[in-house]
T-cell receptor, first 112, second 115 residues
Framework: GNSVTQMEGPVTLSEEAFLTINCTYT??????LFWYVQYPGEGLQLLLK?????DKGSNKGFEATYRKETTSFHLEKGSVQVSDSAVYFC???????????FGRGTSLIVHP | EAGVTQFPSHSVIEKGQTVTLRCDPI?????LYWYRRVMGKEIKFLLH????????ESGMPNNRFLAERTGGTYSTLKVQPAELEDSGVYFC?????????????FGPGTRLTVL
C-alpha cells in the first residue's frame, strides 16, 4: 500500500536558517504530492503541491520538487522566520482518490 | 467566509464513557471527511460523507465509532464506549462536490484524551 515517511522532529532552527524537511514515499501508481502545514491552534492548510515528476511546488518561500527517481518530495526554505513554527505534513494521493495518505508530521520550532 | 469548525477543542473523558464530536463544514460543501491522528503518528482517514450519505467508511476502526450527518450539514462522531487507544486528535475536513484531495479544508481538530 501507499505510505509516506518524513523525518522525525522537532526540528529546531534559528531565524534566517536554511530548512530542509525530508519526505519519501511509496506508491503503486503516479500520485500527486503535497505538503500541509498546521499552525498552532489552526487546521491543516495546503502549503504546496506537485502533480507529476519534476514539478516544483512553491508557496510562501517554501519549495518542494517531485523526484520520481528517488521517490522524494523534500520541503525547503532558504530563510525561516519565527512565524514558520508549525507542524508540517507530507502527503500523497493517487489519481482519482480524494483521500490523502499522510506522513507522521514534523514539528518545526524557529527561535528568534 | 467561515472555515471548518470543530467542537469541542479538547475533551477529557474516562474509559467507558461516551463522547460526541461535532464538525461544521464550510457552507455549501457536500464532501465531509473525518480523520484521526494518534499521538506522533500519521493522520489516518476514518470516513467520507457526500451530503448525508456515507461514501466510504473503510477507515472506521470498529463499531464503537458512529458518524452521522443528518441533513447533509454538520456531522457528529460518537465514540461509545471510549477506550484508551481512542485518544488522539480528530480532524474534520470539507470540500466542494468537484474538489479533489488538494481542495480539502481542515478544521483545527478536537483533542480527545481517554483516561
Amino acid at each position: 500500500g501507499n505510505s509516506v515517511t518524513q523525518m522525525e522532529g522537532p526540528v529546531t532552527l534559528s531565524e534566517e536558517a536554511f530548512l530542509t524537511i525530508n519526505c519519501t514515499y511509496t506508491a503503486t501508481g503516479y500520485p500527486s504530492l503535497f505538503w500541509y502545514v498546521q499552525y498552532p491552534g489552526e487546521g491543516l492548510q495546503l502549503l504546496l503541491k506537485a502533480t507529476k515528476a519534476d514539478d516544483k511546488g512553491s508557496n510562501k518561500g517554501f519549495e518542494a520538487t517531485y523526484r520520481k527517481e528517488t521517490t522524494s518530495f523534500h520541503l525547503e526554505k532558504g530563510s525561516v522566520q519565527v512565524s514558520d513554527s508549525a507542524v508540517y505534513f507530507c502527503a500523497l494521493s493517487e489519481r482519482g482518490s480524494y483521500i490523502p495518505t499522510f506522513g507522521r508530521g514534523t514539528s518545526l520550532i524557529v527561535h528568534p | 467566509e467561515a472555515g471548518v469548525t470543530q467542537f469541542p477543542s479538547h475533551s477529557v473523558i474516562e474509559k467507558g464513557q461516551t463522547v460526541t464530536l461535532r464538525c461544521d463544514p464550510i457552507s455549501g460543501h457536500d464532501n465531509l471527511y473525518w480523520y484521526r491522528r494518534v499521538m506522533g503518528k500519521e493522520i489516518k482517514f476514518l470516513l467520507h460523507f457526500v451530503k448525508e450519505s456515507k461514501q466510504d467508511e473503510s477507515g472506521m476502526p470498529n463499531n464503537r465509532f458512529l458518524a452521522e450527518r443528518t441533513g447533509g450539514t454538520y456531522s457528529t462522531l460518537k465514540v461509545q464506549p471510549a477506550e484508551l487507544e481512542d485518544s488522539g486528535v480528530y480532524f474534520c475536513a470539507s470540500s466542494p462536490i468537484a474538489g479533489g484531495a488538494n481542495e480539502q479544508f481542515f478544521g483545527p481538530g478536537t483533542r480527545l484524551t481517554v483516561l
